[in-house]
């Protein structure tokens, strides 16, 4: 533990315990105060007042309010960290924090930041604890035991009733919703008259409630309000800027690193490139042509959303040529009735007669249960080992990991801008797609369309879906089974063969059942010296 005279420092001067602070940066321990930039201590000094009197440490007039507008790659998350760290490790009395985050992910963000302050850091160790759903002052004899951060979900039903001392709104720009849960911090933040409500994020949609939010924020006196023009921070280099503004279409690049807002519904694609995909003289495919084969992508949506399904023609076998729309079906739900899965299954099964549907991509979230009728409806598992493309189930889950959510916003983007797509006249796709959004996640990118009286983007959701089956299936050779026993020569390497599948599948066996035997093997210890 530090001494009782550095305590009382680090307490009485936020500043000085930034200073000294040890941070992770890119993975090396450096001090805080080494690596700051000019912009950073300008928006802690503006706050401090207002943390000090929070945390019971002044009754100093302090604007309680403040609204940090930044680019992406900009601390956000750490100086939410350090600033949070500081509020419970100093407090004069047990405090009530509350930090809502955009979804799971940038929740997750903001704790796993706190907990390494805490770890590089092992006198604060003592103090505070990484508890499940946030931070908690532990130190026996503290006069702010008890205390915690708790962060949260952006679920306006979690912040009816709070009496907080801290609210952080991280991201506000990426929250869903209608703004009920900002109105319902912000009413709460007026409960008591020393809680500080601090907003952070980068910029968004001018056609947003966001949009209002932070201009309420600019223009209100009793608010702390900054903003970064662009990318200004230290530790970006044109490298990087330039692989995002490579990667990124313009009007994203706009939004995430300069910090400009977009006035639009959407800014994951461009109008031309939208555009150029649709073709007047296509009409939905037959299923009949020789050239493609077939690969569906299926949204289920149930009372909310609808539920959308989207066939794509991919050029047979890597041949030149671009992938096309084939087919397109959307369900709406109606007023106190839910989608009828029975007529969605059934439609799926009449397409599949009518395309060979290679595989059915689906989200495992409302779709397994009919995943595994429609497996068992069209005995396309016991079929597998005539199909073109290997053995894998006919309807391929696909769960919503950030893996697999970085890809098929990549591999949107970049068939858009190279224009790989003809699509016949579908208005719902266009729509779809005329609003998506790029949001930026700590897995990279990843698309999103707004919920509003069209839906939730259901059918761009099966037509991504489908897409990342289909980049899979172009430019792959159909399997070809031979009677390979016939010819001597090669019986005995199918034999040798099939012998070390037994041999692997009775490792695997082993490995299940926690047998297997590692004597006379190297440690990993051993391994990693090598």
Partial sequence: MISTKLFQKYANDPAAFREALTVDVDGIARRFGEVMDPWQRADFAALDPALMRAAGRSTEPAKMRAYLERPRGHSKTTDLAVTAVWALAFATRPLRGYCYAADQDQAALLKQAMETVLRLNPWLGQILESKRGGIENTAKGHPGEGGNLRIETSD???????????????????WKGDGSLWHSLLSSAAKRSNCLLVTISNAGFAVSWQWAVREAARLDPDWIFSRLDGPVASWLTPERLAEQQRMLPAIAYARLWRNQWSTGGGDALTEQDINAAFLDSLQPMTGKESDYIFCGGLDLGLTRDCAALVVLGIPDGGRAGRIRLAHNRLWRPTLGKKINLIEVERHILDIDRQFGLENVAFDPWQAE???????????????????????????????????????????????????????????????????????????????????????????????????????????????????????????????????????????????????YDYSGRETFAAMMMN
Wanted: charged fraction near 30%; proline fraction near 4%.
């Fill in 156 to 174: 306006v039903g979690s912040s009816f009733g709070i009496l907080p001392d801290i609210i952080i709104a991280d991201e506000l720009t990426h």
């Fill in 369 to 515: 249960l009919l995943a595994q009728r429609l497996e068992a409806d069209t005995e396309h598992r016991s079929r597998n080992a005539r199909r073109l493309f290997g053995n894998k189930p006919w309807m391929r889950e696909v769960p919503p990991t950030g893996a697999n959510i970085r890809e098929q916003a990549t591999l949107v983007i970049e068939s858009f801008v190279d224009h790989r797509f003809q699509f016949y006249d579908c208005e719902p796709l266009r729509q779809d797609l005329h609003k998506l959004r790029v949001e930026e996640r700590s897995y990279g990118v990843r698309l999103t369309s707004p919920r509003d009286g069209d839906g939730h983007g259901d059918t761009f959701s099966a037509f991504a879906l489908a897409l990342l089956i289909g980049h899979e299936l172009a430019g792959k050779k159909p399997v070809r089974v031979e009677n390979l026993m016939g010819d001597e020569s090669r019986a005995g390497q199918v034999s040798a063969w099939n012998a070390r599948v037994d041999e692997y599948r009775e490792e695997m066996a082993l490995l299940e059942r926690g047998g």
